[in-house]
């Protein structure tokens, strides 16, 4: 097992294949990663990553407005049911929760055409603003106390969020050419989301206890105008090129690097990286960049111009399709089933801890409303916890020029999902509850940090926006499976959470075992 298979060496070929040699512009303002295999630090990597820093901000709000909500429109259903004098239905938190799923297997893939058709920083910004008007509606179902209103607006909230998602993965590979500074600045957003999860998850549940279910609702709104504006501080054009083509190299090579005109390069560059241009805003820069190309294009070397022209809805199909025949092409395609896997796993452990949060701990096991929020509140924390801790211990002992190191990772984070839930089911009390919330998040964010690098050293640059939609769409289907056969189970076949807990821990088992045998068959 110290080998990986021809297949795989190969399609680490390509990938790296489709990397061009960065070439600089002198009289430019911005930083360029060290192109050494030297190790950085997460200060170090923000330190000189200006582009990434305003990316890393606007995961950042983002993602602790889609917890104020998401705790905030649980608590409405709650609230319905209790004025209704109806008991509360663990089936309606499920199809909330499958709908804020589902959007993502139907409209990510159309969104990784994009994100491979226009430039993502500009998509992300649309998508923000978008996101930020359509959370005002949910003031409007809490007014009406209506649950139906509520999941139209969450299904419509996340189409835009499934939009966005294979913008935002696939534009952070832009900022950077050496394959450790994208794991490290993967991990670290990955980390960023935990904190988000846990801060956003406890302060939301506090907010809506305290303070109320609007304020929730409006600080989702507030954050997606943030997300905006920060993204908009991201210097640059992020348009994919498709690396077939031959004039990539021309343009390459008519850009004079630095090192041709003066020694001391300025940090000032535009970038041709792995198929992409990255082009600063300065307008002298990119004054100059753009007659280069200009002029190359005149030369009749063909520069695709598919990232400003609208495209055709059977150019979108027709992406797609292309998409989808490239994973069936690949010995690696079966990767993107990593995340789908475990979601079928961790995807129900919202809607279990909501059933936990509703328990009277302390020797009862009547059922205790009061408090419920705050309670789940603390359980989401725990699982920031988790997310958090996980990739900071599984970084150091892995290596991107290794890729077995990254299948090892994946093969923990199944194997703590199911020690995690095997905890829930077995062990009682509120504190080891959030201990084993905590450890079966390690493996969530380890498998969803570990996959995607997985995917990211294989695939070839143009495709990977759909790759990603596809690995994005697959794992939010199977998620939203996960939330809809739990609250059946707990409606209507009458099990109790630490029952569907220890089935839980069994499908991690066995997928643990699933992903051994295949990650050994493929190797030779």
Not at 65 to 83: K, L, M
Not at 147 to 153: E, F, M, S
Not at 243 to 265: F, Q, R, W, Y
């Amino acid at each position: 097992m110290s080998s990986v298979d021809d297949d795989f060496c190969e399609s680490e070929n390509e990938a790296s294949q489709d990397q061009i040699t960065v070439h600089l512009l002198p009289n430019c303002n911005q930083s360029i990663e060290s192109t050494s295999n030297a190790e950085v630090s997460y200060i170090e990597l923000l330190k000189h990553h200006r582009e990434y820093r305003w990316y890393l901000l606007s995961s950042l709000v983002t993602d602790a407005g889609e917890w104020f909500s998401y705790v905030a429109s649980i608590a409405v259903i709650e609230q319905i049911h209790t004025i209704n004098d109806e008991a509360i239905s663990r089936t309606s938190v499920s199809i909330l929760t499958a709908l804020r799923l589902l959007p993502s297997f139907l409209f990510s893939s159309i969104g990784g055409v994009f994100a491979d058709s226009y430039d993502r920083r500009n998509i992300l910004l649309g998508l923000d603003v978008l996101g930020s008007f359509t959370a005002c509606f949910f003031l409007l179902a809490y007014q009406l106390k209506s649950i139906t209103a509520l999941y139209i607006i969450t299904f419509c909230q996340m189409t835009v969020a499934a939009m966005y998602e294979p913008a935002r993965n696939s534009l952070v590979t832009m900022f950077f050419t050496n394959e450790k500074h994208l794991k490290k600045a993967l991990t670290l957003t990955g980390i960023t989301w935990s904190v988000m999860a846990s801060v956003g998850a406890s302060t939301g549940g506090l907010v809506t206890e305290y303070v109320g279910i609007n304020a929730c609702f409006l600080i989702d709104s507030a954050t997606y105008l943030s997300s905006a504006c920060f993204l908009w501080m991201i210097r640059g054009q992020y348009v994919a090129l498709p690396t077939d083509e031959p004039s990539k190299e021309e343009i390459a090579s008519t850009i004079i690097t630095g090192k041709d005109i003066n020694t001391n390069v300025s940090d000032n560059t535009a970038q041709l990286i792995g198929g992409y241009v990255a082009m600063p805003t300065d307008e002298a820069c990119k004054d100059e960049i753009s007659s280069t190309i200009t002029a190359a294009k005149d030369t009749d070397t063909n520069i695709p111009d598919n990232a400003v022209q609208c495209i055709s809805l059977a150019d979108t199909l027709r992406m797609m399709i292309d998409g989808f025949a490239y994973l069936r092409s690949k010995s690696w395609g079966a990767l993107v089933l990593l995340k789908f896997c475990a979601c079928l796993v961790y995807g129900s452990a919202d809607v279990l801890n909501i059933a936990f949060s509703e328990k009277a701990y302390g020797g009862s096991n009547d059922v205790a409303l009061d408090g419920s929020s705050g309670r789940f509140g603390i359980l989401l924390a725990s699982v920031g916890v988790g997310c958090f801790v996980g990739p900071i211990v599984i970084e150091k002992i892995t290596d991107m020029e290794k890729t077995t190191t990254l299948e090892a990772a994946c093969l923990v984070s199944y194997l703590l999902l199911g020690l995690g839930y095997f905890g829930m089911a077995c062990i009682g009390g509120f504190a080891p509850l959030c201990f084993f919330n905590a450890v079966w998040a390690a493996g969530s964010s380890i498998i969803w940090i570990y996959s995607s690098l997985l995917l990211q050293k294989f695939c070839s640059n143009d495709m990977l926006g759909r790759v990603m939609a596809v690995d994005y769409a697959l794992s939010t289907l199977s998620e939203a499976a996960a939330v809809i056969g739990v609250g059946l189970l707990l409606d209507y076949a009458g099990l109790s959470p630490e029952s569907v807990s220890f089935i839980m821990a069994c499908v991690a088992v066995v997928a643990l075992i699933l992903w051994m045998v295949y990650f050994c068959t493929r190797r030779v």
